[in-house]
């Protein structure tokens, strides 16, 4: 599986290389002067329409802050590039090859706001997008100690540089040590969601009021709940929203990321949907100043992308929900039309018709481990709506569909799947959630830090019930350090690292396929409650693992073919019985 996944980065790599720029646009040349405290919004855009029409192939940036106002956030995007082959966006860089050029979202600060994008890049084939830092003004979260706790309510002294806010909604809170600036050991005082309603519905108790003068920059939180999960000399965290997209990628087949920082986000930090091929070097969130996180969801969604992804040298620290997430849809045909024909969607978010690329595969799962191909010809809207009211599509396929489809026959969308995903050299760290969740095949992690991750650092799986997969195949997690991951559970799943699917009401237990294949080799785990837990593999490997103080280094069951090879454990890490 290396051996091919090497090869494929290989062609890959050849693919995005490219002459030297013939036209570029300096957005100078329209008015767009960093750190003049002018809004920059509408001279950026002149700079785009000018390279679409001129076919310019860079898009170039000063050294600077580039201010993007927005009166609101929810509906303004603030850069706007589509359908525009061949373009690279290059912002400057220090001395120290760090990026130069930031792009500062500005706008009026109110809890509970959606973030439209800073930037949304679509149809733009061979994009690439360097030296970049996104940031927003003010930051959408703050932090600071707790100073007092009588069990009814806390006082938090917000750290200085940190946003000050009368009323603001603690949406995605968490807890963090004073002296080591990482996560404790504890679950998330607020999740956003789905908690995010609750908040909504009674604000008053989720809501920090300033007390004492300006300078004293304390506030307090009139909350029983909350208070008993704190304790004075504890660093509490909060984002005052949880929704949004700041960055978005979609339909750029060969996309390249590289040298670009995102310290601050409304939502999610970045996605890319819909694309073919992804690489990215040298991507970094992380918090600035006295922040302790950067956003309130995941650092970087893949979301139905195709071909390979490439993410080398990666840095995640302090996202309140999972750090790189790469999954496409599960579907299921809910209704036969013909011999060739049925009526597909899911239960959470149904689906749209072009979901079904023409001439990608269906993959129909018999049962937990026998999976039939199928051809896509032709997929178009339905009028008719699942029970729980989502839309349907109408796919018809080049062979026929085989007598024992029925309306619990999971069906992996490979037309919306990753060939294959290569995460290298890259680090996770105080990440209130999932570090890298592996919901495709023939992914590949090696050489990787994961550092104080409260679900488990890796999953490795479907998400059914989340519509969220395929289930996965070869998946080679090699050469990682864990330190103290997985102290909270996540769909059952408790291992630093997780193998194991989420089960869908619509699939009977004993339907639910199979993972396959999965090496975990050559990792050391330190701190970590349990090391490997795992359930529903075919084809485990274990072996040529440290164990350092992990109380329960291997925890599998209701597995098939599992080989537990040699592992080191020390003296307070038990042998697991074969």
Avoid at 137 to 155: F, H, Q
């Amino acid at each position: 599986m290396i051996k091919g996944i090497l090869s494929a980065l290989a062609l890959f790599c050849v693919g995005l290389q490219t002459v030297n720029a013939a036209v570029a646009v300096n957005v100078a040349d329209f008015g767009a002067v960093p750190n003049d405290a002018k809004c920059d919004r509408a001279a950026i855009a002149k700079a785009v329409a000018a390279a679409k029409q001129n076919g310019a192939d860079e898009i170039k940036f000063e050294k600077g802050v580039y201010e993007l106002k927005v009166a609101d956030t929810s509906k303004e995007r603030c850069i706007e590039i589509e359908g525009i082959a061949n373009l690279t966006v290059s912002g400057a860089t220090e001395e120290n090859g760090t990026p130069a050029t930031t792009f500062q979202r500005q706008f009026e600060y109110k809890p509970d706001l959606n973030g439209n994008q800073i930037l949304r890049v679509s149809n733009c084939p061979n994009f690439t997008l360097k030296n970049v830092v996104f940031d927003n003004s003010p930051r959408y979260m703050t932090a600071g100690e707790i100073i007092s706790n009588d069990g009814e309510s806390i006082r938090v002294r917000v750290f200085d540089g940190n946003p000050l806010f009368d009323k603001s909604l603690a949406i995605c809170a968490n807890l963090w040590d004073k002296n080591t600036k990482n996560l404790k050991k504890k679950g998330s005082v607020t999740f956003g969601a789905p908690e995010g309603g609750n908040i909504k519905n009674n604000p008053e108790k989720y809501t920090f009021n300033i007390v004492g003068g300006p300078k004293d920059r304390v506030v307090e939180l009139k909350n029983p709940e909350i208070a008993k999960k704190c304790e004075v000399g504890e660093v509490f965290s909060w984002n005052f929203g949880w929704l949004g997209y700041q960055v978005i990628f979609m339909r750029c087949d060969n996309l390249y990321v590289e040298n670009v920082r995102t310290h601050s986000a409304l939502g999610f930090c970045m996605q890319a949907s819909f694309c073919r091929n992804v690489r990215a070097k040298d991507v970094k969130f992380l918090k600035a100043g006295n922040q302790m996180h950067v956003g309130s969801r995941d650092a970087w969604k893949l979301m139905a992308c195709r071909g390979i992804a490439v993410i080398e040298n990666m840095y995640i620290e302090g996202v309140r929900w999972d750090g790189q997430n790469v999954h496409g849809i599960f579907v299921w045909p809910y209704e036969k039309v013909d011999a060739k024909t049925a009526l597909f969607s899911n239960d959470l978010y149904g689906i749209s018709h072009d979901a079904f690329a023409i001439g990608s595969k269906v993959g129909f799962m018999k049962d937990k481990e026998e999976e039939l191909l199928l051809t896509i010809v032709s997929a178009k809207p339905s009028d008719k709506l699942t029970d729980a009211g989502k839309k349907m599509v109408i796919v018809s396929f080049a062979e026929d569909l085989p007598e024992w489809v029925n309306p619990s026959t999971t069906c992996n969308l490979y037309g919306m799947n990753l060939d294959s995903y290569v995460l290298i050299n890259s680090t996770f760290k105080n990440i209130a959630g999932t570090a890298s969740l592996i919901r495709n095949d023939n992914a590949s992690i090696t050489g990787c830090t994961f550092d104080h991750i409260m679900y488990p650092a890796i999953c490795v799986g479907g998400a059914m019930g989340e519509v969220e997969g395929v289930v996965s195949k070869n998946a080679n997690i090699m050469n990682n350090t864990f330190i103290a991951c997985s102290w909270q559970a996540r769909h059952g799943a408790t291992g630093a690292v997780s193998a194991r699917v989420q089960q869908s009401p619509r699939v009977p237990a004993k339907l639910t396929p199979y993972i396959k294949d999965v090496n975990i080799s050559a990792n050391t785990f330190i701190d970590c409650d349990v090391g490997v837990e795992t359930a529903g593999v075919k084809g485990l490997y274990i072996g040529g693992n440290k164990f350092i103080n992990t109380a329960k280094p291997v925890y599998e069951y209701d597995n098939a073919a599992v080989i537990l090879g040699q592992n080191i454990y020390d003296k307070n890490s038990p042998q697991p019985k074969n």
